[in-house]
């Protein structure tokens, strides 16, 4: 019905106007846990079955590490490696864009998984400045897991995954960030 009547208006109304009233508000599901509960797993699961896209906050800061034109890689190489959260402004560009890209190529693809983010409540505000009324948030998934099992999964992922933060250290940090900034975040959903 709505289509057919934009269909109908199409010719008056200028082509952006039209397309924006097609393109839907992005919807999110936030996807907690520390490092190894399983979120990526999972996530990949559910885009198997369900009209999810993934967008893993991790992945996107390491692809702009990687970029060689990035003024950031050094920043992001750094934070993650310490386990430590990179400046929320970084991280909230790089969903944003994805998300935006995303959909200019399928606006069907307008469901999101957005994997380890918020990781704590100055990112969770950062979401709010640039993204209130610009997307939904349904819920959080929260994967809860010992800081035993996250560790031990992440040292075996570290054999074969590359990432310099699949160590001892680097991964007690993360825990230790995680186990007091995420708290707060849970009880907000
Ligand atoms: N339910 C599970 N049981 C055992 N191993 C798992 C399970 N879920 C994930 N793993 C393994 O643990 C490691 C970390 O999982 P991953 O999904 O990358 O976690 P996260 O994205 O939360 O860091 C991977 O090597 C994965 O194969
Ligand atoms: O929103 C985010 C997501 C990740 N990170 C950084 O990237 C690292 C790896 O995050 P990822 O979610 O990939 O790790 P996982 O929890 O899956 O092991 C974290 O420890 C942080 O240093 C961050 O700063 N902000």
């Known amino acids: 019905m709505i289509f057919h009547l934009l269909s109908r208006l199409s010719a008056k109304v200028p082509s952006v106007v039209y397309r924006a009233a097609l393109i839907m508000k992005p919807q999110v599901v936030f996807v907690l846990g520390g490092p190894g509960a399983g979120k990526g797993t999972q996530c990949t699961r559910i885009v198997e079955n369900y009209s999810y896209t993934h967008l893993s906050a991790g992945d996107l800061l390491r692809?702009?590490?990687?970029?060689?034109?990035?003024?950031?890689?050094?920043l992001i190489d750094s934070y993650i490696k310490d386990g430590k959260i990179v400046p929320v402004e970084i991280t909230i560009n790089l969903l944003r864009k994805a998300m935006e890209e995303t959909m200019e190529m399928d606006e069907k693809k307008f469901r999101f998984l957005i994997d380890g983010f918020p990781r704590n409540e100055d990112n969770l505000q950062g979401w709010t400045t640039v993204m209130e009324g610009k997307a939904n948030v349904k819920f959080v998934l929260f994967f809860d897991c010992t800081s035993e099992v996250c560790i031990d999964?992440?040292?075996?992922?570290?054999?074969?995954s590359g990432r310099t933060d699949d160590?001892?250290?680097?991964?007690?940090k993360s825990l230790a960030v995680c186990t007091c900034d995420c708290d707060p975040i849970l009880g907000l959903f």
């Open 63 to 74: 692809a702009e590490r990687s970029r060689e034109a990035s003024e950031f890689g050094q």
């Open 153 to 160: 999964r992440c040292l075996e992922r570290g054999k074969s």
């Open 167 to 172: 160590n001892r250290a680097s991964l007690e």
